[in-house]
């Protein structure tokens, strides 16, 4: 801070510019240390997942066939889902669980950006890849 012959006191020019881009600095890492607001990939498809898994559980339990239609824009078991924002499944499939829990094996790879997780759903496991 500086007093002019006048007694008034303010900030240089330099100290002015020096907070701006302080400042400046402060924002620009908040905003790169903010996640996506379209959430995970991988979160979504560990969801679609433990869903399917559910579905095959129910299968066995119930002693009837279970469904879960997959389309780039979504899934259907009980209820018509739709995958994270911004991601889309790679084809359309039909997975049939029968009252055993048993289905012909099935990989759905969902994409979002650069960014590919597989689900592999097989005959006795559902897992993330």
Same mark, same amino acid.
């Given at each position: 801070?500086?007093?002019?012959? $006048?007694?008034?006191?303010?900030?240089?020019?330099? @100290?002015?510019? /020096?907070?701006?881009?302080?400042?400046?600095? %402060?924002?620009?890492?908040?905003?790169?240390?903010? +996640?996506?607001?379209?959430?995970?990939?991988?979160?979504?498809? @560990?969801?679609?997942?433990?869903?399917?898994?559910?579905? =095959?559980?129910?299968?066995?339990? @119930?002693?009837?066939?279970?469904?879960?239609? /997959?389309?780039?824009?979504?899934?259907?078991? @009980?209820?018509?889902?739709?995958?994270?924002?911004?991601?889309? %499944?790679?084809?359309?499939?039909? /997975?049939?669980?029968?009252?055993?829990?048993?289905?012909? +094996?099935?990989?759905?790879?969902?994409?979002?950006?650069?960014? =590919?997780? $597989?689900?592999?759903?097989? %005959?006795?496991?559902?897992?993330?890849?």
């Amino acid at each position: 801070m500086r007093i002019s012959a $006048t007694g008034a006191e303010g900030f240089t020019l330099v @100290e002015l510019l /020096v907070v701006m881009a302080i400042i400046g600095l %402060a924002g620009a890492a908040v905003v790169l240390a903010m +996640p996506d607001p379209r959430g995970e990939l991988r979160q979504g498809a @560990e969801r679609f997942a433990a869903r399917v898994s559910a579905a =095959r559980d129910r299968a066995v339990i @119930e002693g009837r066939d279970q469904v879960v239609w /997959v389309s780039p824009s979504g899934y259907r078991i @009980e209820r018509p889902e739709t995958w994270p924002e911004g991601s889309h %499944a790679t084809a359309k499939a039909r /997975v049939r669980f029968d009252t055993v829990g048993q289905t012909e +094996p099935v990989d759905i790879t969902l994409i979002r950006d650069d960014e =590919r997780v $597989t689900i592999a759903i097989g %005959a006795d496991s559902i897992h993330v890849e």
